[in-house]
């Protein structure tokens, strides 16, 4: 169909997003048949009386939507709708999911998932040589899309310092086993991520939870608890902490910044959700680089199935360590998952998904805030969950029990306490599959039950 020419309404944005609008328009509507090649760039230009750059922008703001397909010295190409054509859902694979995990919303804006397919379809064209083996931290293509990924938070180190590994969970077991040993002491918050507990339990490692407020951890009981207790790293989650969702700010981080550097201190940050909360502080891996190590996990901010995290070590002595441990343990993060997550970073489709999982966190926050007001949680508009304060005579195991079933994911205290015994507190999860009205009846059920309305029958 070389003879189409898009229509132009009054929307008042710049005319290539207007062509990629009805592109997309006319191939829903059946103008634009699947197979379909569009017009080449510079006779549409002349056509439109626009110049050839806005054409450009336009076809490839409309292959980002997952709308074309161009091929070099052959033409841009409509592509089948999701869902038109092509293999449908596998109803198994679709039923597969932890309530227990603090996962992001879902995709479904249609858009956005053609986009997310069509870096599959790329991906699939070199399936065969991503079935090698490969560089245990990333090749150097993937090394480097994982670079432009952690320079959006400020973050430029040399690239041999990067790793793509399998997973935030993997690389933290690694750096662990190269900076401590059986026997020996980490520092953390009071309250923190079950997955270091349970790492730190298989290990050998004695866990010292920090007191903190609500800027995190005190800095004077964390010079105290170094004094103390000779500690080989300290562990934060400082953006969004899983569970309280609380955000270290810039003064206090700091703060903790000068203790670590005066006492020589490595830290290990967890920055799962780093790139969910906009304008977040910027990381440690900036303020002391020579003593951090950066995990920036990509479950919480594309998707937890990819099992893939960037690594930033503190020089090229410990990248190189690093390599040899994940070797070890792991081998290689899948080049499938990396050819993937690669794609998508060089063509925006990660910023689209990391944009949409924003966009719907704050929507259902604002679903919890109205629906369980009167209770007392402490909550944060990018957030995947709250950490709900138990009212006077509800237990956490009775909670539980009550709202097994209903489709929203809890998890008490005592998963996440090092300091202390835990209190009546429970994570409640807002992300995953679940629908905004899905959500809003479950967290409907959870008011009714705090409530007492519930507790019989």
């Not at 830290?267 to 920036?296: C, K, S």
């Not at 960037?310 to 040899?324: G, H, K, M, T, V």
């Not at 195991?397 to 998890?411: K, S, V």
């Not at 995953?432 to 008011?447: K, Y």
């Amino acid at each position: 169909m070389t003879s189409w020419a898009p229509t132009f309404g009054t929307s008042g944005k710049p005319r290539y997003l207007e062509i990629a609008d009805a592109i997309e328009r006319d191939a829903a509507s059946g103008v634009l048949s699947a197979g379909d090649r569009l017009p080449p760039q510079r006779r549409l230009a002349e056509v439109l009386g626009l110049d050839f750059t806005t054409i450009s922008r336009a076809y490839t703001e409309a292959q980002s939507r997952g709308l074309v397909e161009s091929h070099v010295g052959r033409g841009t190409f409509v592509r089948a709708r999701p869902g038109a054509t092509g293999p449908t859902a596998d109803p198994r694979r679709t039923r597969e999911q932890d309530l227990s995990m603090n996962a992001p919303p879902e995709p479904d804006d249609p858009a956005l998932l053609a986009a997310m397919r069509a870096g599959l379809d790329t991906v699939g064209a070199n399936l065969v040589p991503l079935l090698r083996y490969q560089s245990t931290v990333g090749s150097e293509m993937d090394r480097a899309a994982a670079l432009s990924w952690l320079s959006m938070r400020g973050m430029v180190p040399n690239l041999d310092r990067i790793a793509v590994t399998p997973g935030a969970h993997a690389t933290m077991v690694a750096v662990l086993s190269i900076l401590a040993s059986p026997g020996d002491t980490i520092l953390c918050e009071a309250v923190t991520y079950p997955g270091l507990r349970s790492i730190a339990a298989r290990a050998g490692l004695t866990l010292i939870g920090l007191p903190v407020d609500v800027s995190g951890i005190l800095p004077d009981a964390l010079a105290a608890a170094i004094l103390l207790h000779k500690p080989k790293v300290l562990y934060l989650n400082p953006t969004l902490h899983n569970p309280t969702t609380r955000t270290i700010p810039a003064a206090r981080r700091m703060e903790i910044a000068e203790i670590l550097q005066r006492h020589s201190l490595p830290l290990i940050e967890d920055d799962a959700y780093g790139f969910i909360q906009p304008n977040a502080p910027a990381p440690f891996a900036t303020l002391v680089p020579a003593l951090t190590w950066h995990i920036g996990g990509l479950a919480k901010c594309i998707g937890a199935g990819l099992r893939l995290a960037f690594a930033i070590a503190p020089d090229s002595r410990s990248s190189y360590q690093l390599a040899q441990t994940l070797r070890v343990t792991n081998v290689m993060a899948s080049p499938l998952s990396m050819a993937l997550v690669t794609r998508w970073i060089e063509d925006g489709t990660a910023d689209r998904i990391c944009r949409f999982i924003r966009a719907e966190s704050t929507a259902r926050q604002e679903i919890a805030e109205k629906v369980l007001q009167g209770f007392q949680f402490d909550a944060d508009r990018h957030a995947f969950n709250i950490w709900l304060k138990l009212p006077e005579g509800v237990s956490r195991a009775e909670l539980m029990g009550r709202m097994n079933g209903h489709g929203i994911g809890l998890m008490p205290s005592d998963a996440f306490t090092v300091l202390g015994t835990p209190d009546e507190h429970v994570r409640i999860c807002l992300g995953g599959s679940i629908s905004r009205e899905g959500l809003r009846h479950g967290l409907s059920f959870l008011a009714n039950t705090l409530n007492g309305e519930v507790w019989l029958g």
